[in-house]
């Protein structure tokens, strides 16, 4: 493994790719948690990441694709192999036609929905204020207040293992609830996605979207780092109202702990580490399914 990432690194130096040793997933998780992966690597172009990908599969090195980390809960001994992320500085929207979006994946949904405002585009206000990429929102299908990725995505394109590009359009993504194509187990690195909206008028698109941040500030722990919401939305009810009803707010094991604002946050309240999150996420868990019969599933991806 160490002559294989000796080789990625001569790979990174000759292709201009930035990259980092030993650098802890903390850094680049929202959670603020995860031990270092053995080499962090931010392309800024797709081609760069097509190499980075053709070397790992030929070198048979694990890859792990992220965005801002908004997702994830890393582990304390931290990752072997390669973390990939774009470069945000390098992702910028584009305006296509009057009423389309193409947008690199390492761009952050905040400056996408700014973006869209400014060019008068509505269908996208949803999405202010979600702490992820759009890489990210597009693989998991993020949503909110009644808005999904699937409403706005017409299509994205994403590289294989072999780093070859590959176009798929909504029905291909097989968008559902929190999970797309990607999600589900097909993989590959999204690199952009192109954005179908509406004509609006700038000034009512920018006062909804900060009606809804506002929203956001008053019922979200913001103050303390975390995932967003921990669980998903079971079937005929809510997971912040069943971990309420459980008592469960304020709840902590370790450094981890139900945030008091809003049951469905686990935040990291005081240096917590991957173990005490886990220990806490297993507790709700348990203590959900003995006192309602409901089966909380997990939203953050643990890796």
């Known amino acids: 493994m160490e002559q294989a990432l000796k080789e990625i690194i001569n790979f990174c130096q000759a292709s201009g790719c930035a990259y980092l040793e030993q650098e802890p997933m903390a850094a680049h998780t ?7 992966v053995e080499l962090f690597v931010r392309p800024d172009r797709v081609q760069q990441a097509a190499g980075l990908l053709q070397k790992a599969k030929e ?19 931290g ?10 500085r390098a992702a910028k929207p584009v305006l296509i036609g009057e009423n389309e979006i ?62 070859k590009a590959h176009r798929l359009d909504t029905g291909a993504l097989a968008f559902g609830y929190r999970k797309s194509c990607f999600s589900a187990g097909m993989g590959g690195l999204i690199c952009s ?54 008592g469960l707010k304020g709840r902590r094991v370790g450094g981890a702990m139900v945030s008091e604002k ?26 959900v399914l003995e006192k309602t019969g409901f089966r909380l599933e997990c939203e953050v991806r643990i890796l």
């Open 193 to 246: 996605a192109r954005f179908q909206l509406q004509k609006g008028d700038p000034q009512e698109i920018l006062a909804r979207m900060e009606e809804l941040m506002e929203r956001r500030k008053s019922k979200q722990p913001l103050e303390y780092p975390s995932a967003g919401s921990t669980f998903k939305r079971p079937e005929g009810a809510f997971a912040a109202a069943l971990i309420d009803e459980c």
């Open 102 to 163: 193409e947008c690199p994946a390492g761009a952050s949904l905040s400056a996408l929905c700014i973006f869209a405002q400014r060019h008068g585009l509505s269908g996208l206000e949803f999405a202010y204020g979600i702490p992820g990429s759009v890489g990210g929102a597009v693989y998991m299908n993020a949503g909110a207040y009644g808005g999904e990725m699937k409403d706005v995505v017409k299509e994205a394109v994403y590289l294989d293992e072999n780093g």
């Open 59 to 77: 070198l048979q090195v694990p890859i792990l694709f992220i965005g801002k980390g908004s997702n994830l809960l890393a582990p304390d001994e």
């Open 30 to 36: 929202s959670l603020k948690i995860g031990g270092p």
């Open 79 to 88: 990752l072997k192999g390669i973390a990939l992320c774009f470069d945000e």
């Open 262 to 287: 809003h049951a469905g946050f686990l935040i990291n309240y005081d240096r917590a580490t991957c173990k005490d999150m886990l220990g806490l996420i297993g507790l709700v868990q348990r203590e």
